[in-house]
């Protein structure tokens, strides 16, 4: 069951081109066997209100953290997520979801720390779709359960913890957040509830560059000539560079990690999910303010 | 506890009567029964007051009517169904009360209807928010 690339010439230039698909494509191949599409949003019941024919939905936060400690579900919990949304390990799966695939890429994510290897993005989400006119239903999805195997989680790879950050200095670091919460003006984005981060600022020396910079305003992915003038010529990263980007909880810098590692080949990207939710309300740790990057902490022990 | 108004109890046991999922079904439901802007507010949208703390454009208008009656109005887009899920529960359950009876509303309502679980924490702060925002309101208006 080998489902087609997209080859839209955009995707082209892109490191990865594999990993994303038109909304055009989708129409096309929407059925093809070995194909699932996974709707993943930010607003938790806006699958229900409409969904792309035969998608199933996955929600962040009901379905891919665990309930009880702060973290992802476990290769169980995931092989049973799986095989109850008809997904098998060999399936290509296509996400798709709200605010410029935001959440979407925060599936693909967690899909990559579980090693799922074919799972694309839908280049301009819900939200191109929808503006495309393209059919929406309320109709339920059939499923046919799989039998996903457990797969443990491989964190090391893409996903930085503190302790990472705190050896990282001297090496990037992307903040993706605004511009007031990176000053420290705000803890939390602009226009969200204030999420109880006890200190407001950034980790010292992490370049500022939002998230939403990477999307354009139909919600696609920027080209990729754009991508290199942000993220290279702007925020000063080079091949080669071992990079940490982070955001609030982590879902921001999903996207960020995305465009890093698949658009522009960068091959050392990790994403900390801890975010500024546990940076900004750790002890000890140092803490830059305002709208300069801030010079390299000295190690206190 | 006891002093929360029938309508408010009434929907806290539907929601608490049914499953994690069932609730988020019900909570559509809510999000469906929005009702449209009464035309004075859509002819002036000045009147209304954006929710910032939400996660999409909320806008919302508290009223007392000439028995004294408190109604919540509140306009939020399609594409926003569990903040306008949670502006209709409060629409709904407000209707018609009285202003004092509004502002005994225990501010923690919103956690306490069973949508922690299915909702998220960050995105039950939203519905915080605007019950908040809709007593601040009337307190200005009975000034």
Redesign the interface.
Known sequence: MTVPFDTTEKFTAYAHPAKLVSTEWLAKHRTDPGLVVVESDEDVLLYEVGHIRGSVKIDWHTDLNDKVNRDYIEGAAFAELMSSKGIARDSTVVIYGDKSNWWAAYALWVFTLFGHEDVRLLDGGRTKWLAEEREMTTDASPVSPTDYPVVDRNDSPIRAFKDDVLAHFGKPLIDVRSDEEYSGARTTMPAYPEEGALRGGHIPTAASVPWARAAATDSTFRTRAELDDIYRTEAGLSDGDDVIAYCRIGERSSHTWFVLTHLLGFQNVRNYDGSWTEWGNAVAVPIAVGTEPGTTPVSRR | MSELPAQLTEIQEDFLALE?KDR??L??EF?NDLPELPQEFQDHPDLLERV?????PVFIFVELDADGAFHLHATAP??????R?FASILAQGLDGLSAEQVLAVPDDYPQSIGLS????P??L??MS?MLGRAKRQLRERIG
Do not use: D, I, M, Y
């Not at chain 2, 399609?78 to 903040?83: A, F, G």
């Not at chain 2, 679980?117 to 998220?120: I, L, N, P, Q």
């Open positions: 994690q988020l079904l909570l559509l999000a910032v703390e939400c996660q999409s399609r594409e926003s169904p569990t903040t899920g679980e299915a909702v998220s960050l995105r702060r939203g928010a």
